[in-house]
């Protein structure tokens, strides 16, 4: 089992950037493929961005694509969202998730393929 904490998470003004970070304890983190999911209130829970346990394969979400990079370090136990250029359709609460995938180069882009989610980092962004 693994938990998950989010952090980095704040108010910025469009054309800003911001990195999330998600620290992992428990199991080894390099056993866990991640992924990155945002959500506004009253609507469901969408992808933004993945990362496979090798690191060697990331997917985005069209909408951020050219913007956001996902990283990992596994040293450290983390997994990062660098986010550039954020605008207001940027605003949302952002989770992090694990899949304790056995395949090290195999990305997954669906909440229903992850175990374990963390409790969220609010993102606003000004317009």
């Known amino acids: 089992q693994v938990r998950l904490v989010e952090s980095g998470g704040g108010l910025v003004q469009a054309g800003g950037s911001l990195r999330l970070s998600c620290a992992a304890s428990?199991?080894?983190?390099?056993?866990?493929?991640m992924g990155w999911f945002r959500q506004v209130p009253g609507k469901e829970r969408n992808f933004v961005a993945a990362?496979?346990?090798?690191?060697?394969?990331?997917n985005y979400a069209d909408s951020v694509k050219g913007r956001f990079t996902i990283s990992g370090d596994n040293a450290k136990n983390t997994v990062y969202l660098q986010m550039n250029r954020l605008k207001p359709e940027d605003t949302a609460v952002y989770f992090c998730?694990?899949?304790?995938?056995?395949?090290?180069?195999?990305?997954?882009?669906?909440?229903?393929?992850?175990?374990?989610w963390g409790q969220g980092t609010q993102v606003t962004v000004s317009s």
């Open positions: 990362i496979s346990r090798s690191g060697a394969t990331t």
């Open positions: 428990g199991r080894t983190f390099s056993s866990y493929a």
């Open positions: 998730a694990a899949n304790p995938t056995i395949y090290i180069d195999r990305i997954y882009n669906t909440e229903y393929e992850y175990d374990y």
